[in-house]
């Protein structure tokens, strides 16, 4: 399967940069931490013999069972052994209760040889979805859970879809007067026709359900849509749209559509969006440590007041009046608007000079994600280049060892130096035409974690950029501004890679913190840079310094495996197999 060609590039908001972040200074400040211990042992399922790919260990094997209600602050759920759902609300630490019993799963979990983790998602403020890990799916309605501690939850579908599946993302909404549910679930299965691979696929089952009760009736649903994805790697992140006009995944290999209700779909849906290695360029660039020089190829006949330019520091418009833009995006670098201009030459091309804003520095590509064009290199400039490597290469293995310089050794590099491979992209998949509106090159951009900031939108997701944390905020309603840096953890991204036994990671619903958690015991807590009380000086560059980002370190009194970590603007909860954490992080104000 193609990997899509990148057509979008995420923009960051320079403005939530800290170019003189410098670190994370240690506090010693005590984390207040309550412990409750929990009647019966969390429904943990581990992997079975025949789970043994990758793809089972992210999906099933890091499974998070703690679920925090992002309609409610800080209340959680997860599932017991006993198939009880139970709930901790927290509004006074000091006098925590023990978790209440909401639900009760009508099945018997452990009869099931060949089942999954229960999981559950919350829809609404007033639904929940629910699969038992054995191929049942479950939709209620739980009223408003926030207002009583005895609302009841009724379930208003139930069917068995087949083979176990978890839950991965829900939502629900009006439309037309009529009420729908949208639901993604995700499994792994056997792939015969994979003789090279794993052996194995993973499948994304995309169910729209809707209320097909008459308006005096008794309310009945049931599925309207099934829509099924396919792709070689279990993704990072997928969620719905908010009023389920598309899909947006972000994962290490491509998927696609390969069934709507029943019905397979042909591989034709990507045409518009694959590289074709014998297509002419549309234009052709090259490049000085001052300016930059653009060759549009234009259609015959083009009219000299037929062509639209539109240009910004950083980005560009290039296209003809009524047509698609031929070329279009942020530039790689901020240029000179004043000192730039456009010619159209005798051989009808379209010849654009840009004016760098900053002398010396190379662009490495001229419009951020965009292959339609080709970087043509000076002679002079690829000689001087080869020059300047020259000392770095040699026919023997370390040449000169008493060189002051001595040649990379990858094997020297460390873990956190490591990035993914390069293939991993951000695609936004339009429901009706099933095909990849908006795709993303990732690239090194490591995905790190994924974190509801506002029940209203989609769910957030966290990038690493270079030794950054960013977090973006997806809106499918938005063409021109799909993804938006809301938000930057400093240095975090390059903190995270160092944790060799980490196994989640998060933030708060307002940034002001971040949080890892290894797999036993150690809670390590990132707080935003905040103004200091007394007068620090930095002793080497002799200056003042007005703000200091805090590290806390927690540990948990616990020789248990953590099942479940989430974070709330206020606390931190910890769930193992017995156990349920409660880190006090921040105060009300």
């Known amino acids: 399967m193609k990997m899509a060609a990148s057509n979008y590039s995420l923009k960051v908001n320079k403005l939530l940069l800290d170019p003189k972040f410098e670190s994370y200074r240690l506090s010693l400040d005590p984390l207040p931490i309550y412990n409750i211990e929990l009647d019966a042992a969390v429904a943990e399922v581990k992997l079975r013999d025949d789970q043994y790919t990758l793809d089972h260990m992210r999906a099933f094997g890091m499974y998070n069972y703690l679920h925090c209600d992002p309609w409610y602050e800080d209340s959680v759920y997860y599932i017991d052994q006993l198939g009880r759902i139970l709930n901790l609300t927290v509004t006074l630490d000091t006098a925590l209760g023990k978790p209440r019993e909401v639900f009760r799963l009508p099945s018997e979990l452990n ?18 979805a629910l699969s038992d890990g054995t191929g049942k799916l479950y939709l209620m309605r739980t009223s408003k859970r926030g207002e009583s501690a005895h609302g009841k939850w009724e379930i208003l579908f139930n069917q068995d879809l087949g083979e176990p599946f978890i839950i991965i993302n829900s939502l629900c909404y009006v439309n037309c007067g009529s009420h729908s549910i949208e639901v993604l679930l995700l499994r792994i299965k056997k792939d015969e026709l994979d003789v090279k691979g794993s052996g194995f696929c993973v499948s994304i089952e995309w169910l729209t359900i809707t209320n097909i009760s008459g308006q005096d009736e008794e309310k009945k649903y049931a599925i309207s849509k099934r829509r099924v994805l396919q792709g070689k790697s279990v ?58 020089t653009i060759t549009v ?72 994600g965009n292959q339609r064009g080709e970087f043509i290199m000076d002679p002079a400039q690829a000689d001087m280049i080869n020059e300047g490597l020259r000392h770095l290469t040699s026919e023997d293995l370390n040449a000169n060892p008493e060189q002051s310089k001595p040649p990379c050794n990858a094997q020297e590099l460390e873990e956190c130096d490591i990035f993914p491979e390069d293939s991993s992209s951000l695609t936004r998949l339009d429901g009706s035409t099933l095909k990849a509106t908006h795709v993303v090159n990732l690239g090194s951009h490591q995905y790190l ?23 973006w905020q997806p809106h499918g309603n938005q063409q021109d501004n799909m993804w938006e840096h809301i938000a930057t953890f400093n240095a975090l991204g390059y903190v995270q890679a160092s944790k060799r036994d980490k196994k989640f990671s998060t933030c708060s619903p307002n940034y002001s ?76 104000n």
Not at 111 to 128: D, G, I, K, M, Q
Not at 318 to 324: D, F, I, K, S, T
């Open 297 to 368: 190829r234009l259609p015959e006949g083009t009219t000299k007041e037929a062509i639209e330019f539109k240009l910004s520091m950083d980005s560009m418009h290039v296209g003809l009046r009524g047509y698609a833009p031929l070329l279009e995006g942020q530039l790689y670098a901020l240029v000179d608007t004043e000192a730039s201009a456009w010619i159209m030459k005798e051989d009808k091309s379209l010849e654009i000079t840009l004016l760098k804003k900053n002398d010396g520095p190379m662009w490495r590509e001229l419009v951020m």
């Open 449 to 471: 974690f994924s974190v509801v900031v506002n029940p209203a939108e989609m769910p957030c997701f966290c990038l690493r950029h270079d030794v950054d944390a960013l977090l």
């Open 513 to 588: 913190y971040a949080a890892l958690c290894e797999c036993l015991r150690r809670v390590f807590i990132y707080r935003q840079p905040s103004p200091v009380s007394t007068v620090l000086y930095n002793r080497k560059e002799g200056r003042q310094v007005g703000q200091v980002a805090k590290q806390q370190v927690a540990s948990l009194e616990s020789n248990d495996t953590v099942l479940g970590f989430r974070a709330t603007n206020e606390r931190l909860f910890v769930l193992t197999s017995k156990n349920l954490f409660v880190i006090k992080v921040n105060t009300g």
């Open 111 to 128: 009869t099931y040889e060949n089942r999954l983790c229960a999981s559950l998602h919350f829809t609404s403020s007033t639904w929940v």
């Open 235 to 292: 993704p990072h992140y997928a969620a719905i749209e908010p009023e389920g006009g598309g899909l947006m995944i972000a994962s290490d290999k491509p998927f696609r559509f390969t069934q709507v209700d029943g019905k397979q779909v042909e591989e034709t849906f990507e045409e518009t969006m694959d590289v074709d290695e014998k297509r002419d360029p549309i234009y052709y660039w090259q490049q000085t440590a001052e300016d930059i």
